[in-house]
């Protein structure tokens, strides 16, 4: 037990998220809880992860969350280990809220994507039809956001677009989608930054520059791709065909690698699969499960295609991590509360709250 490396969870401290700070000590070693000194509460050590209050052993829920990452059904979970299938349920809960948090800390940062691809999957439910839209980084293959929504309409395409957004940097970037018109709207409107020149009223928009966005149009006839239709939207031919060589080298314009995820989502999760009887009841359970399969892959999950040996992961690749994570590891990460902002009061602050914003409210690189 290390204080130096846990953070205080408490939301209504200012030390809340912060680690090597003096502030954590050892409440109890027994029971695996510290204590902070600057709000005098005590806490857990696994508050905050998927294990927090939990009365069944850390291996058991690891290993039957590791069961369902790789498509094991729930029922066969309960069959199996003599468990309720509402804990069972619980457990995937716990495990998807937990993949988003990790998700949403380490992945959602900005980072030179390259080229970007997007999909739609149709998830049948219990009563109805649902959305799942998914993107990825084709360089890293790493799994970058996903949606779920009831329509396959504007709102689902745009709130894609955001997360991807959130995840890159001001670089060239090359979005290759399918026929579906809503991705270059969202993108267009997505990909715009502020011109700031000082006079009132709302700044104008400019569009990222060299942002490309091509679409790859199939024709079915009975069921078989009769013909292959390569569009590009936006960018130059040049400038298109350099971000393709250098994210996935060799080839044309395709939507392969996302629908290649597209299959490892449906091999996974059982809600997913063609012409199954393991339909979701509710939107909320597929948002748990698409969060638990996405981190999963990136974290746990080595990639052939990524190094001769075949032991990187996407989030090895993309230099969020340096080693192979196990479930529990995936699990049992803690993510940090975002940091203490004062909040805002009128006149001048107290000589405590100047002590405060000073000590933890700068950087201590």
Not at 162 to 185: K, M, Q, W
Not at 201 to 206: F, K, S, V, W
Not at 250 to 275: D, K, Q
Not at 302 to 307: E, G, M, N, T, Y
Request: proline share 6%; hydrophobic share 35%.
């Amino acid at each position: 037990m290390d204080p130096a490396t846990i953070f205080c969870p408490n939301l209504a401290g200012p030390a809340r998220g912060q680690t090597h700070q003096g502030n954590s000590r050892i409440h109890s070693r027994k029971d695996r809880r510290f204590r902070c000194t600057e709000c005098h509460k005590t806490f857990s050590a696994t508050q905050g992860t998927a294990f927090y209050r939990l009365r069944t052993s850390a291996e058991t829920v690891s290993l039957v969350v590791t069961l369902m990452a790789h498509g094991c059904p729930l029922q066969a979970i309960v069959v199996a280990f003599g468990y309720d299938e509402r804990t069972v349920a619980c457990w995937l809960g716990r495990a998807g809220v937990q993949g988003q948090a990790v998700q949403e800390h380490l992945v959602e940062q900005p980072r030179d994507l390259g080229q970007v691809q997007a999909d739609e999957l149709r998830v049948k439910k219990q009563g109805g039809v649902v959305w799942m839209a998914l993107a990825m980084m084709v360089t890293t293959r790493l799994w970058l956001a996903g949606e779920v929504s009831a329509q396959r309409d504007m709102p689902l395409i745009r709130q894609l677009i955001e997360r991807v957004r959130a995840c890159a940097l001001h670089r060239p970037l090359l979005f290759c989608t399918d026929g579906l018109c809503s991705y270059v709207r969202a993108i267009r409107e997505t990909f715009r930054d502020p011109v700031r020149t000082g006079a009132q009223g709302r700044p104008r928009l400019r569009p990222w520059r060299n942002l490309c966005i091509a679409q790859v149009v199939k024709r079915y006839a009975q069921r078989r791709v009769i013909d292959i239709e390569r569009r590009l939207v936006e960018g130059t031919p040049a400038r298109v065909e350099t971000l393709r060589r250098r994210s996935q080298g060799e080839g044309v314009i395709n939507t392969a690698y996302i629908e290649r995820l597209n299959a490892t989502f449906r091999e996974r999760l059982a809600a997913l699969t063609r012409r199954g009887r393991a339909l979701a009841r509710c939107p909320v359970t597929l948002h748990h499960g698409m969060y638990l399969i996405g981190t999963v892959y990136n974290f746990c999950t080595p990639h052939a295609s990524l190094s001769a040996a075949g032991s990187t992961t996407p989030a090895m690749a993309a230099g969020i991590t340096t080693h192979c994570w196990s479930v529990r590891e995936l699990l049992s990460y803690p993510v940090p509360p975002p940091r203490w902002t004062p909040p805002k009061q009128r006149g001048r602050p107290s000589h405590r709250r100047q002590r405060l914003i000073e000590r933890w409210c700068r950087d201590h690189g």
